[in-house]
């Protein structure tokens, strides 16, 4: 049995690699179990609280009207870690930049599209078929949520042609 310390939070003797370790080799006060438990309890308040005050769970700042968790940057961000699975803060922001630049319209339909009511991201070419650009933001555009559901693993080509719709495309 290596070296023992005690955890001041807990009480308990335990050894080393039950801390944590900072710089220099020297650990953590407190045991993983007691930091880890702090941590999320500390996370869990600021929730809650967040929840209560009605701003972003994220960053503290306003939500937007139609999402009771985030402010319009997380949730664009919540929904790229859904459609991509990427919580890449570059991402978000080139993904709500595409939104303003398609003029909050659905490119198919010319609807209005709103985050937290029909924004949905969608894979011009489905990741189910063309794993390879699942994360090629190129192959990602904003559509509502109808054409989403409709359009399923088509292709763009071959949804417009199922469909004999236009594509309006981006109005700027
Ligand atoms: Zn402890
Ligand atoms: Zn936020």
Redesign the pocket.
Known sequence: MGEQKR??????E?PHSDFYSIKNGRLTG??K??MVKYIGEYNRKRRQTRKRDKVCRSCGNPTIPNSSHFCEFHYVASKLRYAVGTKCNDYTQIMLDRLKQQDYKCPYTGEQIILGINAHLDHIKPKSRFPELATDLNNIEWVSAVINHAKADMTKEEFLSQYRITYIGNPN
């Open positions: 955890c001041p939070k807990c009480k308990a335990k407190w045991c179990k007691c």
